[in-house]
């Protein structure tokens, strides 16, 4: 009989699954295995990657998805291991996850299931690895929030049980299904899953139900894995969020009938949960919408008192308050949202000022037709002047200091390492430099050893070693981590993980081809494609005339006021700093020769489609060498707007001040 049958369901997620089966290999010499994989009908080539790299897999293609335990539980009839391990593609596992898990289950006659220490991308634990049942304190703890606010509490705190230590191994009432290992005999005598359940909670029903035939669930800490949480529910139009609390409610009517309590509090959660998650996902548009609401109203009582206090006009009729208070608002958001003004993905001012002058023209028409409300003309227009400054301000200044509901990611958003110093990481280091679809601050290497530190590798400089990981990436404020597989043992990458938890960074890990990387949110790919994108911002015709006028607006002034005395100073001193010489470029502008920000002047011989060169841009404030700097320059162009260009404009001042001093 084989030691171990390793059984994988699969829904679209093919670079996950090719890395798995990459840390599977590892962790197995020394056992006997199967690897069985179920495609649920994947469309995304994962079936085609399995027969042609792993032929020794044994696939199962399903025509449609039949579910998680379904699918498992057709993988589980035809294995034949002495332990059967369930595992989510999404996943990493140690070398020694598969020894440490077979050990303890020969070692714990009474143990029918196991599993270990999992952890999010970011090196937390993923709560799912240790549960309780959801009986009716807990599963009202676990709805009201009062479990999170008392994590450490025993009372509070029992569905995911964050009061216990993560470092000591104990008995549960359930663990994840992303990592389940039981005894053949626990199958045999049990079963599999109950297909009632499409997705979630069939691992808390099969947990039950070993429990129930006399053996205990065990977490282990001894060994980990990463899961990549939620990466084929990503990938589909499944609602999880229906779907875990309609499983919950199975498994409430199925275990514990008798609690009409929980059943009742389940559905409160689902009704709740499903609002909140429509909040969450348009966000950008429901509270827009209240903050114009309140704004607009704030702006007529202003006006009303404004206009009474220099006439005798004694104001608004109280009978009408619950007239005039809601649907001149309501007129204004219902033209505001005809010109797309609330959206999921931005903020939008022009089109915001383009639905205040409609609105205006709208509701003192309105005026003609209902005369009993037909007060004052003149306090409507201070309230649409007043609620024109109001509106412009917030969303200016969201969007400035809060940087939400900006396209554009900003300038850098990504400071990068690579864990590695041996050829594959190099590569690894080329390809990010290379790629022209992401830009990141590079920031080095990490060696083995605190020897490594300092050495320059075909141009890369090892900035840290794995002994001083943590410091490294609070020192360069790293917020992605990529490891080089080939260099690196996946336990020696978990230790890593575990210990950059808590610095908000993410963790990478390359395809065994080098050619992509897997993380928590993506997939990214590390060549480019050779294709020109056609797309871009800096050719939108409405973003050419905005940044137009800015430019125009910007050196207008500049031009009369500071160019004169910029101009003759010049010419008695010979020293020509940085503030100078972008001052001096300001006719250049003027006559749109030049933009304020845009790409280096010998970038744009070659890239017309990048736009005019800038007296200031990207490879300014990153002072970049010739390869950042093309990077930088197509990123520009591709995300270039107002916001950015103001962004930028700051930025160069603060670095044109700092060498000033």
Known sequence: MLDLSIIIVNYNVKEFLQNLLHSIEKASSNITKEIIIVDNASD????????????AVRLIENKTNYGFGKANNQALKISQGEFVLLINPDTIVSEDTFKELIKFLKSKPEAGLAGCKILNADGTLQLACRRSFPGPWTSFCKVTGLSNLFPNSRIFAR??????????????????????????????????????????????????????????????????????????????????????????????????????????????????????????????????????????????FAAEKIYTGYTEWVGFDPSAYYIIYSVPALVHILIANS???????????????????????????????FKQFAFSRAVVIISFSLFFIATFVWRVVVKLFFKVGIKAEGVISKRSLVVGIEAEAVTIAKKLKAQKSEVRSFIGLIGKLNSDIGRKIEGFEVVGSVQNFRKVLNEFKVNEVIFSSKELGYGEMMSLVSAGQNDSAEFKITGTDLNFLVGKTSVSMLDDIPLIEVHYNISNPVLKFIKTVFDFSFSIPVLFLLYPFIYFSSKLSKKNSDFRRFLLGIPSVFTRKRSLVGPKESVLNQNIFLGKTGLTGLWYIQDADEVEEEKLNFYYAKNQNIWLDLEILGKTFNKMWSRRR
């Open 44 to 55: 995304d080539g994962s079936a085609e990657l399995i027969k042609e790299k792993f032929p």
């Open 339 to 369: 010109f797309r003004v609330y959206r999921k993905d931005s903020l939008s001012v022009l089109r915001n000022l383009g639905a205040i002058l409609v609105s205006f023209i709208v509701l003192t028409s309105l005026t003609f037709f």
């Open 159 to 300: 569905y995911n049980l964050t009061y216990l230590d993560e470092n000591q191994t104990y008995e549960v009432d359930a663990i994840s299904g992303s990592f389940m290992m039981m005894r053949r005999e626990v199958y045999e005598k049990v079963g599999g899953f109950d297909e009632q359940f499409f997705m979630y909670g069939e691992d808390l029903d099969i947990c039950y139900r070993i429990q129930e035939a006399g053996y205990k669930v065990f977490y282990v800490h001894s060994t980990q894995l990463i899961h990549y949480k939620g990466e084929s529910t990503r990938r589909s139009s499944i609602d999880e969020t229906k779907l875990f609390y309609d499983a919950m409610n199975l498994f409430v009517r199925k275990h514990l009938s008798s609690s009409l309590l929980v059943g009742v509090i389940l559905r409160i959660a689902i009704m709740f949960r499903k609002f909140f998650a429509f909040v969450g996902k348009r966000k950008l548009v429901v509270f827009p919408v209240l903050i114009d609401i309140l704004l607009f109203n704030l702006c007529l």
